[in-house]
């Protein structure tokens, strides 16, 4: 069994699918698998990553009919043997420590860790090119079903951490036991919000630390740019109510379900509003 299982869904990134499964198979840390998702390619995606499985053991090649990015996240996860997983996608890139950093911390009892992300320059997109990452390494505590609400209406929801999935690692049996995975029904967005939310509710221990370890390729016709440019005030009135499914389902959700009422308003509120109601402030 692997320590990690790096998954990533491949749609039509050929010009830099090569870049990105090296990045992984470069990795300092080497005990992984790198689980390859062709979601309906029509650029040759599929045959490249036929070529990376036949020449090396950790590479899993997945073929299936289109479906879309959290289908083939699923996907991924559903067939993944690591203890850990770490989902990217296939026109991003690793740096070559990024494992061996974030792995050994699992060690101390985290059940979740964040790290720092760089934008890559291009030309579509020069006013992107910046860093996210914490300015010092913190960890957030949940112990209690009052702690981790209050983080998830506050710190969460304010980005501290970020909710992108290839900036985090996660442990796969928190994944399993409470069969958290990412909406395939194209509407529930941001999905990787979705997915976090439900993930982060059952965990007690996450730290974020300040290492720039992943390069994000932003590009014009990506599902993030399709969807920035469109108001998905439908896709976030369907995200909260999966997320209200999760909590009432899971028996260790209870507290977060009778009070998901106030996740129901910060989730449509600017951040200023948000700040307001968890301070106790009223407008």
């Known amino acids: 069994m692997p320590k990690v299982s790096v998954i990533a869904p491949v749609y039509n990134s050929e010009s830099y699918l090569r870049e990105f499964i090296d990045s992984v198979l470069n990795q300092s840390f080497k005990d ?3 689980i390859l998702v062709d979601d309906g390619c029509t650029d040759g995606g599929g045959k490249t990553i036929d ?3 036949a020449r090396d053991a950790r590479v899993v090649a997945i073929h299936q009919k289109n479906g879309g990015q959290s289908a083939a996240r699923n996907a991924g996860l559903d067939v993944a043997s690591g203890e850990l997983a ?3 996608d296939s026109d991003d890139i690793l740096a070559p420590s990024l494992l061996e950093t974030v792995v050994p911390r699992f060690d101390e009892g985290y059940e979740l860790v ?3 992300v760089k934008t890559i320059p291009n030309e579509e997109f020069l006013d992107l090119q910046h860093r996210e990452a914490p300015r010092e390494e913190r960890e957030f505590i949940l112990n209690s079903d009052e702690e981790r609400y209050a983080f998830l209406t506050g710190p969460f929801r304010l980005r501290a951490i970020c909710w992108e999935p290839w900036n985090r690692v996660f442990r796969r049996d928190v994944v399993e036991r409470w069969r958290v995975r ?3 029904n194209r509407v529930t967005c941001p999905e990787d919000m979705f997915f976090n939310y439900c993930y982060i509710a059952h965990i007690s221990k996450i730290l974020s630390i300040p290492d720039v370890l992943h390069s994000y390729r932003r590009r014009v016709g990506s599902v993030s740019k399709k969807r920035g440019e469109t108001l998905m005030i439908r896709s976030s009135h369907v995200l909260v109510e999966e997320l209200r499914r999760h909590y009432e ?3 260790d959700c209870r ?3 009778d009070r998901f009422p106030n996740f129901y308003y910060l989730l449509h509120k600017a951040p200023s509003d948000a700040c307001d109601v968890i301070s ?4």
């Open 114 to 116: 964040t790290f720092g």
């Open 182 to 184: 990412f909406p395939t």
């Open 86 to 88: 770490y989902i990217a």
């Open 249 to 251: 389902s899971s028996e």
């Open 280 to 283: 106790g402030k009223t407008r």
């Open 32 to 34: 992984f698998e790198l």
């Open 255 to 257: 507290y977060l379900f």
């Open 51 to 53: 070529e990376y499985a």
